[in-house]
C-alpha cells in the first residue's frame, strides 16, 4: 500500500467525483485549472492509495502554524487532517488506517474533524478527543493525536 502525494491535474480531480467527500476544496482547484496556467504535476496537500490507476483513497493534510495552534502544549505546528475516505468497495482493508499512518510518520501533532459515525476508527488510530474549549470547538468535534513528547494545551 503505497500512499502517494497526488498531482493537481484534471485526471485528479476527475477521480474526486468518485468520492462522497466532493466539495469545495476540489471545485475551487478546478478553477485554479481554469483560471490559471497551472503545471500538471503541481503539488497538491491531497495523498491517496492507487490499485491500478483508480484513486481508492484520499485525504488532505494541511500545515498549521504554531502561532494558531490551541490544542497541544508546547505550542506548535500541525497537521489537520481533512477529508480521508476510502471507496465503499475497498473499505475494511486497512486502507484508512495506512492512509493515518502515512500522517503519523511526520512525527507533527495531527487533528481532525470526523465524520459522523467514524469515531471508532479514530480512536483504533489513537486519537482523543481534546477538553472542550467553548470558543475553539464550537460547531466542531475535534480529535486529536499527539506523537511523543506533545501534550494536550491545559487551561491557562
Same mark, same amino acid.
Do not use: C
Given at each position: 500500500?503505497?500512499?502517494?502525494?497526488?498531482?493537481?491535474?484534471?485526471?485528479?480531480?476527475?477521480?474526486?467525483?468518485?468520492?462522497?467527500?466532493?466539495?469545495?476544496?476540489?471545485?475551487?482547484?478546478?478553477?485554479?485549472?481554469?483560471?490559471?496556467?497551472?503545471?500538471?504535476?503541481?503539488?497538491?496537500?491531497?495523498?491517496?492509495?492507487?490499485?491500478?490507476?483508480?484513486? =481508492?483513497?484520499?485525504?488532505?493534510?494541511?500545515?498549521?502554524?504554531?502561532?494558531?495552534?490551541?490544542?497541544?502544549?508546547?505550542?506548535?505546528?500541525?497537521?489537520?487532517?481533512?477529508?480521508?475516505?476510502?471507496?465503499?468497495?475497498?473499505?475494511?482493508?486497512?486502507?484508512?488506517?495506512?492512509?493515518?499512518?502515512?500522517?503519523?510518520?511526520?512525527?507533527?501533532? =495531527?487533528?481532525?474533524?470526523?465524520? =459522523?459515525?467514524?469515531?471508532?476508527?479514530?480512536?483504533?488510530?489513537?486519537?482523543?478527543?481534546?477538553?472542550?474549549?467553548?470558543?475553539?470547538?464550537?460547531?466542531?468535534?475535534?480529535?486529536?493525536?499527539?506523537?511523543?513528547?506533545?501534550?494536550?494545551?491545559?487551561?491557562?
Amino acid at each position: 500500500m503505497n500512499v502517494e502525494r497526488l498531482l493537481i491535474n484534471y485526471k485528479t480531480l476527475e477521480q474526486f467525483k468518485r468520492f462522497k467527500e466532493y466539495g469545495n476544496q476540489e471545485l475551487s482547484m478546478l478553477e485554479d485549472f481554469q483560471n490559471n496556467i497551472i503545471e500538471n504535476d503541481s503539488e497538491s496537500p491531497f495523498y491517496g492509495i492507487y490499485m491500478g490507476h483508480n484513486l =481508492i483513497a484520499r485525504m488532505s493534510l494541511y500545515k498549521v502554524k504554531a502561532k494558531y495552534d490551541a490544542f497541544f502544549h508546547p505550542p506548535q505546528d500541525y497537521l489537520e487532517l481533512w477529508k480521508l475516505e476510502v471507496l465503499p468497495d475497498y473499505r475494511g482493508r486497512d486502507y484508512g488506517k495506512a492512509m493515518v499512518d502515512f500522517a503519523k510518520r511526520f512525527q507533527m501533532p =495531527i487533528k481532525t474533524n470526523p465524520r =459522523i459515525n467514524s469515531h471508532g476508527f479514530w480512536e483504533k488510530m489513537g486519537f482523543q478527543k481534546p477538553k472542550y474549549e467553548m470558543e475553539r470547538d464550537l460547531g466542531g468535534n475535534p480529535l486529536i493525536w499527539m506523537p511523543e513528547g506533545v501534550q494536550e494545551k491545559q487551561d491557562t
